[in-house]
């Protein structure tokens, strides 16, 4: 960000562990009362992005207009929700077969390789 110009700061807000990435009250208070406001907001999740943007409009708030919202993992429910979600989205296929290949290679006893793989972003209509 800071290279792109683009002055941020970060503000890591736990969701209390909600194993279905519902977002409370507390953390849209407390993303409400930063200052600056943030424009942008990168959540750890599709779903956690998800709740956000459903808070955000239930306290008559505009995405994008408002707040461009950022998910990960590109779940299929993101292309569905409105506004359709803008993702971050993971080569699951290589992943899975890196997977297996790193858990075979634990099974017998080899050092697993390291990889890096690229993600993807995917713009919809969350982000302005």
């Not at 600056?36 to 779903?47: C, E, L, N, V, Y």
């Not at 950022?70 to 979600?85: N, Q």
């Not at 989205?89 to 050092?111: F, I």
């Amino acid at each position: 960000m800071q290279e792109a110009g683009l002055g941020a700061h970060a503000a890591v807000m736990d969701n209390g562990n909600d194993p279905e990435g519902r977002v409370s009250d507390q953390v849209v208070d407390r993303l409400l009362a930063l200052d600056p406001r943030p424009t942008g907001i990168f959540a750890f999740s599709d779903m956690i992005a998800i709740h956000l943007i459903d808070r955000l409009k239930e306290r008559g708030f505009d995405v994008p207009g408002d707040f461009s919202v950022v998910g990960f993992d590109d779940m299929p429910l993101a292309s569905l929700v409105h506004p359709r979600l803008t993702t971050i989205s993971q080569p699951k296929n290589e992943l899975r077969s890196l997977a297996a290949q790193a858990l075979l290679e634990l099974l017998h006893k080899e050092d697993a390789t390291s990889c890096q793989l690229e993600p993807t972003l995917v713009l919809r209509e969350s982000t302005g």
